[in-house]
DNA sequence: CGATTAATGATAGTAATACTATTATATTTG
DNA sequence: CAAATATAATAGTATTACTATCATTAATCG
């Protein structure tokens, strides 16, 4: 099976990190160095030291680290859709196309072979650790002009619409699901961290108890028969 | 009236600023700052140039400026403990209660004459856009075990166990509580900058759409008689 | 195949950051 | 008034987040 790779947006890198060989590297080593280290503690000096290469080649490819740790969570969301994509696809039933995404969205993440250079695992601890900080700056607006965060979007207007489709009365979508979307890796993030804040466990079942607390969340909020919709 | 004080937790700082002239400028400048550059931009050095004093003075109060994140978001929470408590302490019904908590932490926030050296309109902007920066650091356990988040932690508990006495059998009070009170800053956030993730608009109206988000989430997950409860 | 072009490496340099340290000078307190 | 303490003034350091230059290697193409 060839190596898939997905068209993220051009404006997320400098030069295409998936069509070289270099850029792998980066893209391979940055996941787990900044998975080790911490965005905070994770530079371009130590990546390049990891990849036997220098800061200024890594500089070609990524503007800067906070534009790389955009492209590595803007990758994460892409892959969340094309894996709703596929396994909704066959299901008819709006109210099952939901549950599956939320399905996906909670389960523990596992390498997958299609994408050889992305360790799922590694990328998913990102996410959960580092997400808020890819909007959570002074340059949220241009950013979102340039459409880095069209990733995420994306999952978030399609979920949405399913949401529209089983209750069109439901008056808030958009919110429900960025909240849904967020907390599924806050609590995990809380389950390790900060155990007071969440209902979930620090162990494997956390996965099954996370989707749980989502479904319940979501389906009793956009139940037509509730006197707060 | 005499000007107010908290009891934070004493690792939150060296030196207690809220007991002296400079302590107290530095907590009114940093939020001033730190509203109008946002963290990243945000130093001590620039702060001393804005408040006619010196680095060095500075690191006296706090060991570095994360910790003086810490300490204004606490203040917030302690703030906002503070109001839930004044608000519900006249009111009976549990269900009642937990719909005035939702309401302080939705409402609009405009300066608290109680607090002459806080202003509150910016502090909030700061939780906003700041929040997450707190807790999102490989240091979390650490500032965990010096009890750092106390303040968010004993708001979740308390609305948390709201929900307890309303409905014993719900159980995921604690995530529900998390996610409402993380949500209710984010999708403030989402209405100014990213606004095809939220349902609320980015007027006037944004706080009352907010606070009805917020009751339909929580009052549909703990009905008790769902099927998913 | 040789020449052009492009990608990378090697090296250097810079302004700013996040501190630490030292000493002098106010200011408060007993 | 003396002693203790708080603050200011100043300097210094390692690191960071870049930018710039030029040499070298690899890919491409007529």
């Given amino acids: 099976m060839p190596t898939l790779a997905f068209k993220l947006n051009d404006h997320l890198y400098l030069r295409d990190p998936q069509h070289t060989q270099l850029g792998q590297k980066i893209?391979?080593?940055?996941?787990?160095?900044?998975?080790?280290?911490?965005?905070?503690?994770?530079t371009f000096k130590k990546l390049a030291e990891e990849i036997d290469s220098t800061e200024a080649s890594i500089y070609r490819y990524f503007e800067n680290k906070h534009r790389l740790l955009v492209y590595l969570i803007a990758w994460y969301w892409n892959w969340m859709e094309y894996r709703m994509e596929i396994f909704t696809s066959a299901v008819a039933d709006p109210k099952e196309k939901l549950k599956t995404c939320l399905r996906i969205l909670a389960e523990e993440k596992k390498y997958d072979p299609t994408f050889e250079f992305v360790n799922e695992e590694a990328l998913h601890r990102i996410v959960i650790a580092e997400l808020d900080k890819t909007y959570l700056t002074k340059g949220v607006d241009d950013l979102n002009k340039e459409g880095l965060f069209g990733g995420f979007k994306s999952v978030c207007g399609k979920i949405a619409?399913?949401?529209?489709?089983?209750?069109?009365?439901?008056?808030?979508?958009?919110s429900l699901v960025s909240t849904v979307l967020i907390t599924a890796n806050q609590q995990l993030f809380f389950a390790s961290h900060l155990p007071s804040l969440t209902s979930l466990e620090a162990n494997?079942?956390?996965?099954?108890?996370?989707?749980?607390?989502?479904?319940?969340?979501?389906?009793?909020?956009?139940?037509?028969?509730?006197?707060y919709a």
Same sequence: chains 1, 2.
Avoid: T, W
Wanted: with cysteine.
């Fill in 204 to 227: 494997e079942s956390r996965y099954n108890r996370l989707y749980s607390f989502l479904e319940n969340v979501v389906f009793c909020s956009i139940k037509a028969d509730n006197k």
């Fill in 27 to 42: 893209i391979h080593s940055s996941m787990l160095l900044i998975d080790q280290l911490g965005f905070e503690q994770f």
């Fill in 161 to 174: 619409s399913l949401i529209h489709v089983i209750n069109p009365n439901y008056p808030f979508a958009e």
